[in-house]
Structures are given as C-alpha cells and as structure tokens.
C-alpha cells in the first residue's frame, strides 16, 4: 500500500509565475490538507479538502487555491509568487476530516527565485 | 497564534538518556497528536492521545495528557543517535477549525 504521496520532489519557479503540486492520498483516506513550512519553522495549515470542498482554511491568501478530485487527489496551486513563498510543502491525509491521525507525504520543495 | 506550542524549543542529550518535551494548547480538543520530523523531511505520525486519555505508550513513546491544564509530554526513554530530529504536537485549533502545529523541539542525541 503506497502512503501519501507528492510531485515534483523539487522545483523552482521566478516571481509571478504560477504553481500546481499534486498529492496523492493513502488508501483509504478521504481527507486531504497542505501545509507550508518555511526553514526552521512548524507546519502551517493552508486548507483542508473533504468530499471534493474546501472545509478549512488556514490564514492564508487567495492566491493559494486547491481541488480536490473525485479519486481525493488533491492539487495545491499558488498564483503570483512571492519570494516568501518559498518552502515545503507538505500533503497530509487522513480519514473523517481530520479527527485521525494524519499521514505526511515526503513534501515538495518550492524555491521563488 | 500558534494553538500547539512545544517546550524547550531545544534539547541536547547523550545516547541512552530520557528526553522530556512539553505541549501546550490554547482551547478544548478530542485528540492531540505527536509527530517526529528529519531534517526538513516529510512528517512521521508518532502517536494520537484521546482526550479521555491520560497516558498511552507506545514502543520508548510515552505521552501523557492533562486537559485541565490543556498540556501535553512526551517522553523517549533511552535515546539513540537516530532520535535526532524535530518533535511537533498537532492539535485541533478548536470547532471547526484547522488542525495546528506548534513550533517544534528540536532533539539533538550525541554518541
């Protein structure tokens, strides 16, 4: 059983572009959340996915979106990037919203240049 | 705010010691969660603690919970090099609300 995972690993993008990464969830899990974490700092809830819905969103720009498909992948899209957006990105999944244990892709790693 | 915040920030110890690192919270919560993290790597699930739990163990984990005092401890009994890494709780920022991290404690285990 593959856990969750994440595309691309790496990549680095010039300010004002825009940004897709992809997550795909553990077997089983309906619930998808993105988190941000700069260097040296804890993870940062961007918004969570349930049922193809955004449920909850973390203090965060509408410049970062998401979707979640029907098979509960789940894309994150940032638009107009800053150079402060540069970070990982970490895909969780879990079961019922949230209320279980959330299992961690490996994250991708953004660099604004 | 941060709901989740982790204490000491950093922890230094020998191979074979206990490490002790605390968690706060700020509102009611139904579970709160511990997690280990390597160098900036993906987040490991540790171990989840109901809220009408007071003590789970789990392998040299051991997790308490005092939802009067809304904290938390997690306890690795007899350290080893590959404990190194950086420790969060995960706890639910209230109803309805995003589930939130704290800053972490990072634990250093020397040989």
């Known amino acids: ?113 | 705010s941060q709901q989740g915040e982790e204490d000491p920030q950093a922890l230094s110890i020998q191979e074979g010691e206990n490490a002790t690192m605390n968690c706060s919270y700020k509102t009611s919560i139904n579970n709160l969660q511990w997690y280990r993290q390597n160098s900036g790597r993906g987040l490991v699930h540790l171990i989840l603690i109901r809220s009408n739990e007071r003590e789970k163990h789990s392998g040299r984990l051991r997790v308490t919970l005092d939802t009067s005092k809304k904290s938390s401890s997690l306890l690795i009994t007899a350290s080893r090099a590959a404990d190194t890494a950086s420790y969060f709780c995960l706890t639910p920022g209230g109803a309805g609300t995003a589930l939130i991290f704290g800053k972490g404690t990072t634990l250093s285990v020397s040989s």
């Open chain 1, 1 to 113: 059983d593959a856990g969750v995972t994440q595309s691309p690993t790496h990549l680095i993008k010039t300010r004002g572009q825009q940004v897709t990464l992809r997550c795909s969830p553990k077997s089983g899990h309906d619930t998808v959340s993105w988190y941000q974490q700069a260097l040296g700092q804890g993870p940062q809830f961007i918004f969570q996915y349930y049922e193809e819905e955004e449920r909850q969103r973390g203090n965060f720009p509408d410049r970062f979106s998401g979707h979640q498909f029907p098979n509960y992948s789940s894309e994150l899209n940032v638009n107009a990037l800053l150079l402060g957006d540069s970070a990982l990105y970490l895909c969780a999944s879990s079961k019922g919203q949230g209320r279980y244990e959330q299992y961690f892709g490996p994250g991708t790693r953004l660099t604004v240049t």
